[in-house]
């Protein structure tokens, strides 16, 4: 069993910073990769940022050149550094981990991130 606990949100204002940490425990034999989605209301669950385990990031187009993900694999933890925040970056930031040979996916409880213009 894997469980990914995430650190607590806020309110920040527009143009702010915020750092987000996703750690990983449990049955984990290795990461195959570490993200974090962010759900607006009333709006899909959409990737922001991926990193594998090897250091490969990938962000949205919206986020880019603003966030930045880094991967701790020693301590199985990712970060998502946020800056110049929007309003429109609101949201629930969820982390999420592929593991294992078979790539099993998982999910933490999402974080709410609110930025206030």
């Known amino acids: 069993q894997v469980q990914l606990v995430e650190s607590r949100g806020g309110l920040v204002q527009a143009g702010g910073s915020l750092r987000l940490s996703c750690a990983a425990s449990?049955?984990?034999?290795?990461?195959?990769?570490m993200g974090w989605y962010r759900q607006a209301p009333a709006k899909p669950r959409d990737l922001v940022a991926v990193i594998t385990s090897r250091g490969s990031a990938n962000y949205a187009d919206s986020v880019k050149g603003r966030f930045t993900i880094s991967l701790d694999n020693a301590k199985n933890t990712v970060y998502l550094q946020m800056n110049s925040l929007k309003p429109e970056d609101t949201g629930v930031y969820y982390c999420?981990?592929?593991?294992?040979?078979?790539?099993?996916?998982?999910w933490g409880q999402g974080t709410l991130v609110t930025v206030s213009s």
């Open positions: 449990g049955s984990i034999f290795s990461i195959n990769d």
């Open positions: 999420n981990a592929h593991v294992g040979n078979f790539g099993s996916e998982h």
